[in-house]
């Protein structure tokens, strides 16, 4: 394998790490029976990741022409491109607004992704455990604490 680098190494371990952290944040997605789950996450986390590589590494050659290539502006579409997919999670049911914590979630893992595609390991590692501390311990809170208070005001009007 002579065209495998140790850049390429590098590459190959961010893609692995953006899998793992995106499909920890959808495992409760799925758990709890949303309909985007590890591998929806793990997708978008890989996507993300790979997008910022290509942004900052990909293009480097064109940085050299001055005002010939913004490397953030990959960076920006990934954010755009997630708003839709997000936007497409998001539905109003009986009244309810529902897909919300999903298509946030989803948000979340790319900026993530992105983290990781720069190389800042301990602060995508940190969000994606943060991520799964949010949706998961304060979802609980929300239906053990907020939920039974919600049923009795409605009960009793």
Excluded: H
Aim: net charge neutral; glycine share 10%; proline share 3%.
């Amino acid at each position: 394998m002579a065209y495998l680098d140790s850049n390429q190494l590098q590459i190959f371990f961010q893609l692995f790490l953006a899998a793992l952290l995106g499909g920890a944040i959808g495992f409760e997605r799925k758990y709890v029976g949303r309909p985007a789950g590890m591998r929806t996450y793990a997708l978008v986390c890989v996507g993300a990741t790979l997008f910022t590589i290509l942004s900052t590494q990909a293009f480097a050659k064109f940085t050299a022409q001055p005002n010939n290539f913004d490397p953030s502006r990959i960076a920006s579409n990934v954010v755009v491109g997630i708003g839709f997919i997000g936007a497409g999670l998001i539905v109003l049911r009986m009244g309810r607004i529902e897909g919300l914590t999903t298509a946030a979630g989803l948000w979340l893992t790319a900026a993530i992704g992105m983290a990781v595609g720069v190389k800042f390991y301990l602060v995508s590692i940190f969000a994606a455990l943060l991520a799964f501390f949010v949706i998961s311990i304060f979802g609980w809170f929300e239906d053990v604490l907020i939920s039974p208070r919600e049923e009795k005001t409605q009960n009793e009007e």
